[in-house]
């Protein structure tokens, strides 16, 4: 099983340096592309180099304020419908090629809806090569004799690169021919006929300055980004016919630079433009495309093809790649050709076009969005978070957009009338795009070495040879590295044999003098030839040195003025940065000004409403209160009234009995008077009341000094029962005839629960203010009950009502119709039933508490 590997924490950050003050906007430019019939009507136009008009087609009318809407949109530079492969490369791809050969990043791709001429830009046509082949032959044509030879640079599987020495570059070379299929196509094979147009180019552009003293390898990959996974297509996958495997998608990662790569991706070393366009053409047949209503051959999928260059500088001698990682440079160069953004009811899609189309969609709105939260934090200074990760294509390029080079975009667009709403669209995201700046990366640190060393080294190998042939030694073939002594050997007269046989041979020794003193001789010439050399080589030594020196001072003043120039900028620099510092600070003085009086603001705004609350509260409250007291004046006013009509009735009332008396006393007298003195005295008036009926007088005439009535206890229905009489202690006495009184009752100033054990029934004696001012008298009877607590418990049952009015001279004096006036003095009377009876009872059925009897104390009504 294997072991969880713990995450190792982040090391610091090893990003190329990019300078922050410095920033380019992305290029956006536009290229419209012809038309499929001439019959067809187009909606796009052609303004200047700079700019396009876009209106609504004759079946689409916009109106805007009753006028026909046309918009314009400006670009970097925009190509019409008879620009040339070549002409576009020049102006968009050229300089990418550049800085990638002088070590920096950049990314081109192409955007679209659906047919607009994409993949025809990126890849082209049989004789007219696209963008991708051309900065393919650039790349080629400029570093073509400076490449270093296979596996000598070895990228890793970190996105990074080692660079080997010559041996283990021979053992992998030799490893890799020994292989049945070679990985990578050979330059000596033909070229295949089906691209052969595609890089045949003529023009054979180069870039001017490059760095002879390095060595450059070019490594491509080719990746695809279908629904939202990422493939490689240059994996090679064994073919199983019964049971094939579907390609796997890969995984992207950070490396220790914070910079995003496809892990596990097939990265090809290759030697030259037919080389490199194979690899492409290889990967191309795998991608996956469909057809359409709107184009036979539509892409399905993202495709991205990556140039990685590795250059290192040679060692000091121009022989060798220096061999330090450090002094490694590796450049990218990103070519995307991006699947056109599609509406389905248009394309007609179903199944897996809907879904592949749904993907496409929505990758492409969130590289959209990435560019307004871009957008918007550059402009408004906000610190959004970028949503690179929502689709892989953002996030596998979110490095360039954060400073790691630069970025281009070719908006190609379709005039046809039925593109009119999807062009729409385009235009407003390569609008917004434009506004969008990305932080400038700076130039390479120089190596330190000494320029032009490669050369150098080959203009004394050629000297070397020179000089060799000039003295006849061999310089090439077998014997090309013979010793200096082998050909100094070479150069001398053979020796004679030196075998003596007799005693008396005087030719050997002679023939051996002979020579020795022969190669004496040439030895001494050779001697003073070498001090002639060395000593021309002393001077051309000193030459060569004096001329180091003079060009050294050169250089050195050289430098000293660009130190100069570069102190001056520098100064002013810290002037410009004090200044923006000034200006900030005033800037953020400001702010918190403002941001202090918006406070004041808003606290006054506050104190404003809250008072304005106040004063309508306070005026609600004021009528409230006015209403109130009307009320209060309205009641007290008519309960005054009703007081005073009720003691002028009453002070009436006593002044009629008053008159009453003296008029009975009148009466007798006047009987007394006329009545015969052999009969009793009696009272006429009664009598006469006797025989008819009694007609009301206009005023009732109690007699006032008649005996005291007795006070009549009213006797409870339950009178035989138990009571407990709750009286409390604020009730009031009344005068009323009618007095609630129950016999055998318990009275108590509070409930208790001892009194209601003794008892079966209960009632409450409950006074309160009626509304003309009189005391109104509830009795409030119940029925006692025991709990299953062991408590008591009261159910209300009935409640009677005593109420006491005054009289308020509703009393009329009756006559008869034709009343005689001999008589009225005689025979007319006071009624006196209302005043001695001025309680009557009503019993009326119905309680809220259960049925009873409520006594209402009404006056009687009087009889018309």
Same mark, same amino acid.
């Given at each position: ?54 209106? +609504? ?5 916009? =109106? ?24 576009? =490369? ?12 002088? !070590? ?19 890849? !082209?046509?049989?004789?007219? !090569? !696209? ?14 004799? =400076? ?18 020495? @010559? ?105 030259? *433009? ?94 959209? *969005? ?84 490669? $050369?150098?080294?080959? /203009? =004394? ?30 150069? $001398? ?23 020795? @003193? ?76 403002? *941001? ?30 006015? /209403? ?55 009272? +006429? ?18 007699? +006032? ?23 409390? +202690? ?26 209601? /054990? ?11 203010? /009626? ?57 007319? @009377? ?35």
């Amino acid at each position: 099983m294997k072991a969880a590997r713990a995450k190792t924490p982040r090391r610091p950050a090893l990003k190329k340096p990019s300078n922050p003050s410095l920033k380019d906007p992305v290029g956006v430019y536009c290229r419209v592309r012809p038309l499929s019939r001439p019959d067809q009507e187009c909606c796009i136009e052609v303004i200047n180099e700079t700019t396009v008009q876009i209106h +609504p087609p004759d079946g689409y009318r916009i =109106f805007r304020n009753g006028e026909y809407r046309e918009t314009q949109y400006s670009f970097k530079e925009v190509f019409g419908t008879l620009v040339v492969q070549k002409k576009l =490369f020049d102006v968009v791809a050229k300089p990418l090629v550049e800085d990638l050969i002088r !070590g920096k990043n950049g990314l081109l791709f192409t955007y679209g809806v659906t047919g607009s001429g994409k993949t025809h830009t990126m890849t !082209g046509s049989p004789g007219d !090569g !696209g963008l991708l082949p051309r900065c393919l032959d650039m790349i080629f044509n400029s570093i073509g004799p =400076f490449q270093a030879k296979r596996f000598v640079f070895k990228l890793d599987d970190k996105n990074g690169v080692d660079v080997q020495c @010559e041996v283990d570059a021979l053992l992998e070379r030799q490893k890799r021919d020994a292989m049945p299929v070679p990985k990578t196509p050979s330059g000596k094979r033909q070229i295949d006929p089906e691209f052969a147009d595609m890089i045949n180019m003529q023009d054979h552009c180069k870039v001017e300055e490059v760095d002879e003293d390095n060595v450059y390898s070019v490594f491509v990959s080719y990746i695809e980004i279908y629904n939202n996974y990422i493939y490689d297509l240059l994996e090679e996958t064994p073919f199983d016919a019964i049971k094939p495997k579907p390609p796997q998608s890969k995984i992207l990662r950070e490396d220790q630079n914070h910079n995003m790569y496809v892990t596990g991706c097939t990265e090809v070393e290759v030697k030259s *433009t037919e080389e490199a366009f194979e690899v492409f053409w290889r990967g191309q047949k795998k991608r996956r495309i469909a057809n359409t209503q709107l184009n036979r051959e539509s892409s399905r999928s993202h495709s991205v093809f990556i140039i990685k260059l590795a250059q290192a500088p040679l060692d000091a001698d121009g022989d060798n790649v220096l061999q330090e990682k450090e002094q490694i440079t590796l450049s990218q160069l990103s070519l995307v050709d991006l699947a056109g953004s599609e509406r389905t009811n248009r394309t007609k899609a179903e199944g897996n076009r809907l879904r592949e189309a749904g993907n496409i969609n929505q990758s492409l709105m969130t590289l959209r *969005t990435c560019i307004e939260v871009l957008r918007e934090n550059q402009m408004y200074g906000t610190n959004k978070m970028v949503p690179y990760r929502d689709s892989k294509l953002t996030h596998l390029f979110k490095n360039y957009f954060d400073g790691e080079g630069k970025v281009r975009m070719i908006v190609c667009v379709n005039p046809k009338a039925e593109d009119y709403e999807e062009s729409l669209q385009v235009m407003r995201f390569a609008e917004m795009t434009q506004e969008v700046e990305v932080a400038r990366p700076v130039d390479r640190p120089l190596c330190g070495l000494t320029p032009g060393r490669r $050369f150098r080294n080959q /203009a =004394f190998r050629e000297e070397l040879s020179r000089k060799l042939e000039m003295r006849g030694g061999p310089i090439n073939g077998e014997r090309e590295e013979q010793s200096v002594s082998e050909m100094f050997l070479q150069n $001398f007269p053979p020796l004679p044999s030196c075998e003596l046989l007799d005693v008396n041979d005087d030719q050997t020794l002679p023939k051996l003098i002979e020579v020795l @003193e022969k190669r004496h001789k040439l030895r001494q010439m050779l001697s003073e030839e070498f001090a002639k050399n060395v000593l021309a080589f002393k001077t051309m030594l000193q030459e060569f040195d004096s001329s180091v020196v003079s060009k050294e001072n050169y250089i050195q003043g050289k430098l000293s003025e660009k130190e100069k120039t570069i102190t001056g900028q520098k100064m002013e620099l810290e002037r410009l940065e004090k200044k923006i510092k000034t200006l900030e600070y005033k800037i953020e003085i400001l702010e918190k000004t403002a *941001t202090i009086y918006e406070e004041d603001k808003r606290n006054l705004q506050q104190e404003l409403e809250s008072k304005s609350q106040k004063l309508q509260r306070q005026a609600s409250d004021k009528r409230r209160l006015e /209403a109130r007291l009307q009320g209060m004046v309205a009641e007290t006013t008519m309960k005054w009234e009703k007081e005073c009509e009720r003691r002028v009735a009453a002070k009436q009332l006593e002044m009629q009995n008053k008159l009453w008396v003296k008029d009975e006393k009148l009466k007798q007298l006047k009987a007394i008077v006329t009545e015969p003195k052999n009969e009793k005295p009696e009272r +006429p008036s009664r009598e006469r009341d006797r025989e008819k009926p009694v007609q009301r007088s206009v005023s009732p005439s109690p007699v +006032p000094n008649a005996p005291p009535v007795r006070l009549r206890h009213r006797r409870s229905r339950s009178a035989g029962e138990r009571w407990v009489d709750h009286k409390p +202690p604020s009730n009031l006495p009344t005068e009323t005839v009618m007095q609630p009184h129950v016999p055998h009752a318990i009275t108590v100033a509070a409930a208790s629960e001892k009194a209601l /054990a003794k008892c079966d029934k209960y009632m409450l004696t409950h006074q309160e203010l /009626a509304s003309d001012g009189e005391i109104e008298t509830k009795l409030i009877k119940g029925d006692v009950f025991k709990t299953r607590g062991g408590g008591q418990a009261v159910q209300f049952t009935e409640i009677e009502t005593l109420k006491q009015e005054s009289p308020t001279g509703r009393k009329r004096r009756s006559s008869p119709s034709n009343p005689d006036p001999a008589e009225d003095a005689a025979e007319s @009377e006071w009624t006196d039933v209302e005043t001695r009876c001025s309680v009557a009872v009503e019993m009326r059925a119905g309680s809220a508490l259960g049925p009873g009897y409520q006594h209402h104390a009404q006056p009687k009504r009087r009889k018309p």
